[in-house]
T-cell receptor, first 117, second 114 residues
Framework: DVKVTQSSRYLVKRTGEKVFLECVQD?????MFWYRQDPGLGLRLIYF???????EKGDIPEGYSVSREKKERFSLILESASTNQTSMYLC????????????????FGSGTQLSVL | GNSVTQMEGPVTLSEEAFLTINCTYT??????LFWYVQYPGEGLQLLLK?????DKGSNKGFEATYRKETTSFHLEKGSVQVSDSAVYFC?????????????FGSGTRLLVRP
């Protein structure tokens, strides 16, 4: 089975801190994604990466950056955490595929609940 | 733009009841449609999908039919179990979108009581 591992299940940080959220997948997937999940808003895409050293902004990139130095690891960085970044963060990965219709095979990690005080 | 609208939850049912979770979408052309499920403490998992009009996706007793005329993809199950308690997300991939992004609805929590 594909495994997507997020380094922390719960994280508490203070306003202004630099925060790193780590995600590792073990299936050699090219594409990786970071979403945040908020009640009533569903999942919103923050950043995604087609492949190593490649990144694209999602729908809500402000206040975040990412790093993809190795294929298996995709890091989400909060340069200066703020209280409105308190959320559940979900990492996902998938194989690159030629056909749009089959791009649903996202594999998700179990999430990191971040609280910024 | 592209969007997905789901019925608000929570939906509370007794075991063996019939389930419907409504989902409608807005998109130009023919998106691919999906249902994902999130069990407590876990990440999302793909439940079922449909890639063209009138397709029916099915898995684990759940079904959803891609209805172009009503722009809907409602999730149904004939007899729910306690183990079906989870959050269900409807999602779409915009047609001819090369970014591999999924657009999710807000999620519907299902609680099944014994």
């Amino acid at each position: 089975d594909v495994k997507v591992t997020q380094s922390s299940r719960y994280l508490v940080k203070r306003t202004g801190e630099k925060v790193f959220l780590e995600c590792v997948q073990d299936m050699d997937h090219e594409n990786m994604f970071w979403y945040r999940q908020d009640p009533g808003l569903g999942l919103r895409l923050i950043y995604f990466s087609y492949d190593v050293k490649m990144k694209e902004k999602g729908d809500i990139p402000e206040g975040y950056s990412v790093s993809r130095e190795k294929k298996e690891r995709f890091s989400l960085i909060l340069e200066s955490a703020s209280t409105n970044q308190t959320s559940m963060y979900l990492c996902a990965s998938r194989n690159r595929d030629t056909y749009f219709a089959t791009n649903e095979k996202l594999f998700f990690g179990s999430g990191t609940q971040l609280s910024v005080l | 733009g592209n969007s997905v609208t789901q019925m608000e939850g929570p939906v509370t049912l007794s075991e063996e009841a019939f389930l419907t979770i409504n989902c409608t979408y807005t998109a130009t052309g023919y998106p691919s449609l999906f249902w994902y499920v999130q069990y407590p403490g876990e990440g999302l998992q793909l439940l079922l999908k449909a890639t063209k009009a009138d397709d029916k996706g099915s898995n684990k007793g759940f079904e959803a039919t891609y209805r172009k005329e009503t722009t809907s993809f409602h999730l149904e199950k004939g007899s729910v179990q306690v183990s079906d308690s989870a959050v269900y997300f409807c999602a779409l991939t915009p047609p001819m979108d090369s970014s591999y992004k999924l657009i999710f609805g807000s999620g519907t929590r299902l609680l099944v009581r014994p």
